[in-house]
C-alpha cells in the first residue's frame, strides 16, 4: 500500500538501479550537454531511452485514481505491446465536463464545424481529435447525433502525466475498439515539475505512450512536454520529443507526432518561425509522422508542411546541423528581445468564442527565408 501514497514527484526521480545507470550515462553523454542541448541524438542513446522508459512502466506502472489501486505489467508484457482546443464556453454558459453544459457547447461546436465544412466543399472531412466533449457521456451525444464517428473522428484516451487513469478513461478505449474508432493518444509531462529535465521527460513520455497501448493500443500518439513556466519549443522540450520518437519509432513502430509551434510568448512573427523551422527539421529527422499544431491560419500550415515534406529527405546528420543553426539564430533574437524587454503576447485565448481580439495577418517571413536560405537551408523557404 505505500507505493500508493507516493507523491509522482517521487516516482519520478527514478532511483530504481535498473534504469537509473541509463539516466547517469545520458546525462554524461557529449551529446545531451553539447551546445546547450543537442538537438538529436544516435540510435543507441535513442535505445537506451525506450529501455528506461519501460523499465519506468514495469517499476510503477498506471495508478487507477477511481480504485485507487496500481495497474500493474511486467517487462514482457509491455515489450510485446505492439489536441486542436476545444471551446471553454458558448456565450456564458460554460462547458463544464461531466454537465449538461458540456453536451450543449460540443453539440453546438460540432453542428458548426460541419456547416463550415460543407460551406468550403469539403464535406465529410476528417476532423480529428473530439475536443469541448471531453467525458463520456458528452461524446457518446456527439456520436449519436450523427455528427462525428469513426470515419471523422477520434476520441482522447488521455493517461494523465503523472501516469494515471480512471475508468472514464478505460470506458472511452472500450467504446473506441467496439465501434472502430481511432483513440487519440497523447504522452505528455512537465520539466521542472513531473520531471527534472529533458532526459527525465524522454523516458517517463515512453512510459506513458507504452501505458496508452496497454489499454487503447492506437496506432498512433502525440508527443507534447513543457516547462514548468509553459514554454515548449525550447532546447529541453525539443531534445525530449527527439528522444522519444527516435527511441519509440525505433522500438514501438506506431506513428509519432508532436506541435511543432512557438511557444505562445514568441507568437506569429520571424521568431517564432525562426522555432517553428528548428522543431519542424528535428521532429522530421526524428521520425516524426505528422504535426499537430502548426500555425494560426491555413497558410502556414501549408508552409509548415512544405518544410516537413522537404525535411523528410535529408539525413539525420544534415537536419542536426540546420536545426542547431537556426536555434542559435533563434536564442540570439531572444536574448535581443529579452534585453530590451519587447517580450509580447501575440497569441489571443483561442478557446474562447467572446475573443475580440483580431488574429495576426500572415507575416511574409521573406527576411527569415533569406536567412534560412543563407544557412544552407534554402529549401525551407
Known amino acids: 500500500m505505500k507505493r500508493l501514497i507516493i507523491s509522482t514527484l517521487v516516482l519520478l526521480q527514478f532511483s530504481h538501479a535498473g534504469f537509473s545507470q541509463v539516466f547517469d550515462s545520458i546525462n554524461k553523454s557529449k551529446d545531451y550537454h553539447s551546445l546547450g542541448y543537442q538537438l538529436m541524438m544516435d540510435d543507441k542513446m535513442a535505445d537506451a531511452v525506450f529501455h528506461a522508459g519501460v523499465e519506468l512502466l514495469a517499476d510503477i506502472g498506471l495508478y487507477h485514481v477511481d480504485t485507487q489501486r496500481v495497474v500493474?505489467?511486467?517487462?514482457?508484457?509491455?515489450?510485446?505491446?505492439?489536441?486542436?482546443?476545444?471551446?471553454?464556453?458558448?456565450?456564458?454558459?460554460?462547458?463544464?465536463?461531466?454537465?449538461?453544459s458540456e453536451i450543449h457547447v460540443a453539440l453546438w461546436e460540432q453542428e458548426q464545424l460541419q456547416k463550415i465544412i460543407t460551406r468550403v466543399g469539403r464535406p465529410g472531412l476528417n476532423l480529428g481529435l473530439l475536443c469541448t466533449a471531453s467525458t463520456p457521456g458528452a461524446i457518446m451525444e456527439c456520436i449519436g447525433?450523427?455528427?462525428?464517428?469513426?470515419?471523422?473522428?477520434?476520441?482522447?484516451?488521455?493517461?494523465?502525466?503523472d501516469q494515471k487513469i480512471d475508468w472514464e478513461r478505460?470506458?472511452?478505449?472500450?467504446?473506441?475498439?467496439?465501434?472502430?474508432?481511432?483513440?487519440?493518444q497523447s504522452a505528455a509531462t512537465f520539466l521542472g515539475g513531473l520531471c527534472r529535465n529533458a532526459a527525465d521527460a524522454s523516458v517517463a513520455m515512453v512510459a506513458s505512450i507504452l501505458g496508452h497501448m496497454a489499454f487503447a493500443n492506437g496506432?498512433?500518439?502525440?508527443?507534447?512536454?513543457?516547462?514548468?513556466?509553459?514554454?515548449?519549443?525550447?532546447?529541453?522540450t525539443i531534445w525530449a520529443i527527439c528522444a522519444t520518437a527516435r527511441a519509440s519509432e525505433r522500438n514501438i513502430?506506431?506513428?509519432?507526432?508532436?506541435?511543432?509551434?512557438?511557444?505562445?510568448?514568441?507568437?506569429r512573427r520571424d521568431l517564432g518561425y525562426y522555432l517553428a523551422a528548428v522543431q519542424l527539421v528535428a521532429f522530421t529527422a526524428c521520425g516524426m509522422a505528422y504535426a499537430w499544431l502548426t500555425s494560426g491560419c491555413g497558410?502556414?500550415?501549408?508552409?509548415m508542411g512544405?518544410?516537413?515534406?522537404?525535411?523528410?529527405?535529408?539525413?539525420p546528420e544534415k537536419a542536426d546541423a540546420i536545426a542547431q543553426t537556426i536555434m542559435n539564430k533563434a536564442e540570439e533574437e531572444i536574448a535581443k528581445r529579452e534585453a530590451k524587454n519587447t517580450v509580447r503576447q501575440h497569441w489571443c485565448n483561442a478557446q474562447s468564442t467572446q475573443c475580440k481580439h483580431k488574429v495576426p495577418k500572415t507575416p511574409d517571413n521573406t527576411e527569415c527565408n533569406q536567412t534560412l536560405a543563407s544557412f544552407g537551408a534554402s529549401w525551407l523557404c
Open 306 to 315: 512544405r518544410i516537413m515534406k522537404a525535411a523528410a529527405g535529408i539525413k
Open 72 to 100: 500493474k505489467f511486467t517487462k514482457e508484457e509491455i515489450e510485446g505491446l505492439a489536441i486542436c482546443p476545444g471551446l471553454a464556453k458558448l456565450g456564458d454558459i460554460q462547458a463544464k465536463a461531466g454537465t449538461l
Open 145 to 161: 447525433a450523427g455528427f462525428r464517428d469513426a470515419s471523422n473522428t477520434q476520441i482522447g484516451v488521455h493517461v494523465h502525466p
Open 219 to 236: 496506432p498512433l500518439c502525440n508527443i507534447f512536454p513543457t516547462t514548468i513556466e509553459g514554454a515548449w519549443s525550447t532546447r529541453e
Open 253 to 267: 513502430r506506431i506513428a509519432f507526432g508532436g506541435a511543432p509551434v512557438p511557444s505562445y510568448t514568441w507568437g
Open 299 to 303: 497558410a502556414e500550415g501549408v508552409k
Open 170 to 184: 478505460l470506458i472511452l478505449a472500450h467504446y473506441c475498439n467496439n465501434r472502430g474508432i481511432t483513440p487519440w
